[in-house]
């Protein structure tokens, strides 16, 4: 079955400890994404990548880190998160050329203390 | 910049009801446009899509036509029913730009 996979479903942690969710797509799409999603504001790019070790920022990119080492893979690192951070996340992948197409994950609600 | 503006929920009908939900949008190259559905605890799927200027996308009854003039993407089913309860965004993508442009989304609550 086609999926985008994110782990973990729900998290709660506090201000500055490390965390990572991942994001693992089984379709062979080269574009990645990952969305943040608030009340009122919609959806909101925080990164994307274009292939493996392709990484560009997307809209909000700040205190968040990715990497794309392989092409499956795309995880998201907060590396000190802050409260500001709290939201729901969404992995997405697509083919190159499709670019409205995108597959989703079914998110990860992150809550930082 | 290109941006998308949908109409404030919640929208709330009884089942069998029509449905329209307004979408108008502003883009300086010649976008495509989406609609997008998720349904509660989900990940958003893609509802139907149009890719020019007339173009009618369709999808499980709902519809909604590119209308270059007014620049908008009215998404619209003729009877809704309890389990289309779900947020639905409308988006565009503009050739040579990587991201799509979300719009902030408009919940449906369906009763029966």
């Known amino acids: 079955e086609a999926q985008v996979t994110q782990n973990p479903r729900y998290l709660i942690t506090v201000t500055g400890k490390k965390l990572t969710v991942t994001c693992s797509q089984n379709?062979?799409?080269?574009?990645m994404s990952w969305y943040r999603q608030d009340p009122g504001l919609g959806l909101r790019q925080i990164y994307y990548s274009m292939n493996v070790e392709v990484t560009d920022k997307g809209d909000v990119p700040e205190g968040y880190k990715v990497s794309r080492k392989e092409k499956r893979n795309f995880p998201l690192i907060l590396e000190s998160p802050s409260p500001n951070q709290t939201s729901l996340y969404f992995c997405a992948s697509r083919t190159s050329g499709r670019t409205g197409e995108l597959f989703f994950g079914e998110g990860s609600r992150l809550t930082v203390l | 910049g290109d941006s998308v503006t949908q109409m404030e929920g919640p929208v709330t009908l009884s089942e069998e009801a029509f449905l329209t939900i307004n979408c108008t949008y502003t883009a300086t190259g010649y976008p495509s446009l989406f609609w997008y559905v998720q349904y509660p605890g989900e990940g958003l799927q893609l509802l139907l899509k149009a890719t020019k200027a007339d173009d009618k996308g369709s999808n499980k009854g709902f519809e909604a036509t590119y209308r270059k003039e007014t620049t908008s993407f009215h998404l619209e089913k003729g009877s809704v029913q309890v389990s289309d309860s779900a947020v639905y965004f409308c988006a565009l993508s503009v050739t040579g730009r990587r991201a799509l442009t979300f719009g902030s989304g408009t919940r449906l609550q369906v009763q029966p």
């Open positions: 379709m062979n799409h080269e574009y």
